[in-house]
């Protein structure tokens, strides 16, 4: 995705872009609605099973679910909270399942993303949740008992999915560590006490380590309470013996016809190749499934609607993976990426290249959770541009035969399988049955995988490439001048002729992702060093083709033009380095020498999917003693525990600061028993309704009408609410209430919510809302949208400030030697990326009162303006917030306006209303940190690099309200000094008001951007001088502590200067207060 300021844009994108899908046509919509019902049945269908049957938590259960029901659904809608949504798209592991099957009479214990895996795929196998983990005697699992001990939870929303990850690799004996958990992810912790519970459940290695060394003892081994100590002092967790009936395993392979007339679509799982192929035949428009990554992100984000899925289970034939004698490996079209991975890796060593470089580019193909149940055939037929594996197949020649009813086996090359974006040589009534993959086996041939993304683990490319050379030797005439050195171009025909040996390009391959709108081969490069001698000459020439060959425009989509172009540049010379130390072993004495790579080059040849990633690791040593301060105390049974809670208690022979204590609700979180808001009514049963928003489509312009009729229409819907439903005021803001709740008619950002649709469920709330018609005007004025069109705009809000200390700029360099540097420097902004997204369940209560659950950082402002929104005191509503799942600034004050929304609509139908936002809404609704431009001009000493002088400009993107972004802007100008003092210094600030999210707290508030101006300006100056950065740092005077005392006299004297009060309205205490709060807070840190 584009790299953006802040993700309304990409919002807006994606409106505009569901916009021109509803513009398609009526006629396309009438068509597309007829195979919506399923048409004629095979006739195979009227004798299959239209039931699901599963072995859930140790209880068999048949169940009629549709064939678009997703496991998570499915489960939360039974009660079993434990699984979370957190993303929905397979990202974060926070619905983390287990998935047991039989596989050669053996049970396979696997870990999926119930948020993607369809319930229908399931049937025949057996499921595990994190509440399935406890005992019968209510005990906690070894597992989830051993993370509490490692305070391995702090918000406990992701914990439920990491539990059952680590029971996972625990059944399947592997060896925890961060690859382990790459498709799980933590916003809290920072993983360290995550990995150590996880590596204290193994057997210990040599690898662990000491806890003294020559340097002294880690300080968090004196009291010997974690890290290596408690990892070797906690036993290895055993496998438990999983069960799964064969009355449900068998099922698995049994035909299976599911229906739901409702909602149009059918869900098949043929058992022979010709029931699958006249599936095919008969329904062309036919989605096969089997893992869902894709299809779900389609139906989910894209809306598409499939009417007819099919599964490949039951075709044991499809799932095969086998050499075809010694020149091919054979992919079934439905073998997981993660069969595939453990076969490559049992054969890496004795078989050719290619299995080893498929084998290293699985082990960082996405994630754990998405290779257990992703294909090979389903990738390469995504067609994504980005792909890991295409590439790699194209280098080498793979092909892929495809099967239909009409006619015999088609086979075609992968090269020429990718006819555009997203788009294969494909048609409609074919399927891919295998995939054939050249094994290069020969002595001489080299293959390579390369990637480059952000993040080894579980992360989309930005390059990707594959690579293949076989050389040969040959011999070359050259002639000895009379000096006797070699020269090739003379012509003089004096001298003697000799042969010299060299290496010789005989067939080659080489692919990129990332750098078209589809997988490309680099056919010149691959033309240009056919034949040619293998040298780095040579491949520095072919770099100047592939440099051509792989051009991008300076706009293209995804942005990065130059990095991406230069990162294929850099993997052919990291190939090349990699071929040539491996040619100097493999050839013999009678070979010509390999290429000579410079020692200092060397470490080129490494990357991250040829090399081990090193465990995660960290220490802090403390100076030797003679005796611990303080005596330590771990009893065995000091981990918290429902039978003896009085453990949980600090020892009396240790002080209370420092005593390790897990937090109250650890056992709570790791057992999926403590409740969200979320959580909060889940059943099915549950009398609650839901709530889904109409959010505006346009970043600028004017409601003129909004139709909900479509909506209402729709079966399901319980009502339509917007401005007019507000009985209170419909005004609000964190401190200037500059916003509305619904928006009534000025739209001054994307994403803003204009309505409220309750429905029965939440499926049928946001399909009843996409259906709602917005009608613009004055879409012609351009959009603000960032902080440069804001400042030529001179879109500005809120006060402008201004701090000073010393003489002006001009005045203190006057009569200075002194070197001058002047520079903009930007902080983009960022996600608060909360585990849990925002959500909200309001009750009415008896004479206009409301209670409100929300997962809200700031119940009392809450509680106001949903009293506010009511016109009700503030007595009549309450607000709770059990716990959160992650906050950081971002459930402060954007969560209060979906609350008095939802209370807008509990109190009209007189009914519970829950409203759960899905992330990507969450994330193009309530900002991020603030966006900073800061434009300086610093003076410093020419001598010693003293900091004479600086003069400062900061400008925040506040986004289109005002939110917090006043306090925001006063911190960072605080905060620009960092920790020194500079004598004379202005620094002046201004909020820039764009047609964004309204961006808000966040972690720092602040001060961070103010500090990375300052230590920007700091490096520029060591740099203009030629000197180290930190002899400029240590020259400039440090900032002393002050007194409380000395901080109220700063307050006093900065009002009685005016210089904080603003024309909010506030009133002189109030500053004061303000004042006192962010001076306090500088002091503090």
């Known amino acids: 995705l584009p790299l953006h300021e802040n993700p309304a844009e990409f919002f807006v994108h994606r409106l505009k872009e569901g916009d021109k899908q509803k513009k398609m046509g009526v006629n396309q919509e009438q068509e597309q609605q007829k195979t919506m019902n399923p048409p004629s049945r095979p006739e195979w269908a009227s004798s299959a099973r239209d039931f699901v049957i599963v072995w859930l938590n140790g209880v068999r259960h048949e169940v009629k679910v549709s064939p678009g029901t997703t496991t998570l659904r499915f489960l939360r809608l039974m009660g079993l909270t434990g699984s979370k949504l957190g993303c929905g798209e397979g990202g974060c592991g926070a619905c983390t399942i287990v998935v047991l099957t039989k596989e050669d009479n053996a049970i396979q214990v696997s870990s999926v993303n119930a948020c993607l895996t369809p319930m229908c795929s399931l049937d025949g196998c057996g499921l595990l949740t994190v509440e399935g983990l406890v005992g019968t005697s209510r005990e906690p699992h070894a597992v989830q008992q051993r993370l509490a001990d490692f305070f391995g939870s702090q918000c406990g929303f992701c914990t439920p999915g990491i539990v059952m990850a680590l029971y996972a690799i625990i059944q399947n004996g592997q060896r925890p560590g961060t690859k382990s958990f790459d498709g799980n992810l933590c916003r809290c912790t920072g993983y360290r006490p995550i990995l150590d519970a996880a590596q204290s459940m193994m057997a210990k290695t040599t690898t662990t380590l000491s806890s003294t060394t020559s340097l002294g003892e880690d300080i968090e081994d004196l009291h010997r309470s974690c890290t290596a100590t408690k990892v070797r002092a906690y036993p290895t967790i055993p496998k438990d013996e999983v069960i799964l009936p064969e009355s449900v395993a068998s099922r698995r392979f049994d035909a299976l016809a599911i229906f739901a007339a409702e909602e149009g679509n059918a869900w098949y799982r043929p058992t022979t190749m010709r029931e699958l192929l006249e599936l095919k035949a008969t329904h062309p428009q036919a989605k096969i499934v089997s893992g869902n990554t894709e299809i779900g992100i389609e139906t989910k984000f894209k809306h598409r609607r499939y009417p007819v899925l099919v599964s490949l289970a039951a075709l044991p034939e499809l799932r095969r993976i086998s050499f075809h004698e010694t020149t091919f490996l054979v992919v079934g079209g439905a073998a997981t990426l993660t069969s595939l991975l453990a076969y490559c890796e049992e054969k890496k060593k004795t078989t050719g290249a290619s299995i080893l470089a498929v084998a290293q580019m699985l082990e960082w193909f996405a994630s754990t959770q998405i290779r257990n149940v992703a294909t090979l055939a389903g990738n390469v037929a995504t067609a994504s541009p980005i792909s890991d594996m295409n590439p790699l197949l194209v280098s080498l020649g793979a092909t892929l035969e495809l099967r239909s009813l009409r006619g015999g086996p088609r086979v075609v090359d992968v090269r020429d399988f990718f ?44 390059v990707t490439s594959g690579m293949f050379v076989e050389l040969q030797p040959s011999s070359s005439t050259t002639k000895k001048n009379t000096n006797g050195h070699s020269d090739d171009n003379s012509d003089d025909n004096t001298g003697s002729s000799s042969k010299k040996e060299e290496w010789l390009v005989r067939d080659c391959g080489i692919a990129f992702g990332g750098v078209a709108p589809t997988t490309i081969a680099a056919k010149k490069t691959m033309a240009h060093l056919l034949g040619k001698v293998w040298s780095l000459e040579t491949v520095e020439a072919a770099a100047t083709t592939l440099r051509k060959e792989t051009a991008l425009e300076a706009n293209v989509p995804g942005g990065m033009a130059e990095y991406r172009q230069t990162l294929c540049l850099s993997f052919l010379r990291k190939f090349f380095v990699q071929v040539s130390l491996d040619l100097a072993t493999r050839r013999t004495k009678d070979e010509p020498a390999a290429p000579p790579i410079d020692a200092r080059d060397a470490s080129a040849a490494d990357t991250f999917l040829n090399c081990d990633k090193p465990d995660t690791s960290g220490s802090q040593r403390w100076p030797k003693f003679t005796h611990l301060p303080l005596e330590p105390n771990l009893e065995p049974n000091s981990s918290p ?86 009985k209170g005021s419909n005004k609000i803001g964190a401190v200037v209430h500059d916003e509305e709740i619904f928006v009534t008619g000025r739209v001054t950002a994307a994403g803003q919510p204009l309505a409220l649709v309750v429905a029965t469920s939440q499926e049928v709330a946001l399909e009843a809302a996409r259906l709602v018609k917005v009608d613009y005007a004055d ?246 001088l030629g000197l180290p950065e930190h002899q400029v740092r240590r020259g400039v005077k440090q900032r002393k502590r002050k007194s409380v005392a000395n901080l109220l006299v700063c307050v006093a004297k900065v009002h009685r200067r005016r210089r904080l009060r603003t024309h909010l309205g506030v009133g002189h205490s109030q500053a004061v207060v303000m004042s006192l709060f962010l001076f306090l807070s500088l002091f503090s840190s």
């Open 419 to 462: 006819t555009a974006y997203r788009t294969v040589d494909l048609r409609p009534d074919e399927i891919i049955a295998k995939i054939h993959i050249p094994l290069k086996a020969q002595r001489l041939a080299f293959v390579s995988p390369f990637k480059q993304a952000k993040r080894r683990e579980d992360d989309i490319s930005i």
């Open 641 to 726: 525990s429902r039978k003896n809670k009085k453990k949980n208690t600090t020892s009396s022979r240790r002080a209370p600061v420092g005593e390790p204590v897990p937090h109250r609700s650890a056992l709570v979180q790791v057992t999926g028993e403590a409740v969200y808001a979320d959580d909060v009514l889940p059943k099915s049963t549950d009398d609650v309704s839901h709530a889904a928003l109409v959010l505006t489509t346009v970043a600028k312009g004017t409601v003129r009408h909004v139709d909900a009729t479509d909506a209402l229409q729709m079966k399901g819907v319980l009502g339509f609410y917007s401005a007019k439903d507000v």
């Open 779 to 1024: 879409l012609h004025e351009q959009a603000v949208m960032t902080i440069d069109d804001a400042i030529r705009a001179d879109s500005f809000m809120g006060a402008y400030h201004e701090l000073s200390c010393g003489k002006s700029f001009d005045d203190a360099v006057a009569g200075e030697d002194v070197v001058i540097v002047e520079d903009t420097v930007y902080v983009g902004a960022q996600e608060h990326f909360y585990l849990e997204c925002n959500s909200t369940v309001c009750f009415p209560l008896e004479e206009g009162g409301m209670r409100v659950v929300s997962s809200t950082q700031n119940p009392s402002k809450t509680q106001t303006f949903v009293a506010s929104a009511l016109g009700v005191p503030a007595a009549k509503v309450s607000c709770s917030a059990k716990r959160l799942g992650g906050g950081f600034g971002g459930k402060e004050t954007r969560s209060v306006f979906l609350a008095a929304a939802v209370a807008v609509a509990a109190d009209a139908l007189k009914r519970p209303i829950k409203l759960t936002v899905d992330r990507d809404v969450d994330m193009a609704i309530t900002g991020t940190r603030h966006p900073f431009k800061g434009v300086y001009k610093v003076a410093a000493n020419r001598d010693d690099g003293r900091i004479v002088a600086a003069d400062v400009w900061l400008y925040a993107n506040g986004g289109y309200s005002l939110d917090l972004s006043q306090a925001v802007m006063d911190r960072a100008l605080f905060h620009v000094e960092n920790a020194y003092k500079i004598a004379n210094l202005t620094v002046r600030g201004r909020i820039c008001k764009t047609a964004t999210a309204s961006n808000t707290a966040f972690r720092g508030f602040g001060g961070p951007q103010g500090m990375f101006v300052c230590e920007s300006f700091m490096s520029h100056v060591a740099d203009a």
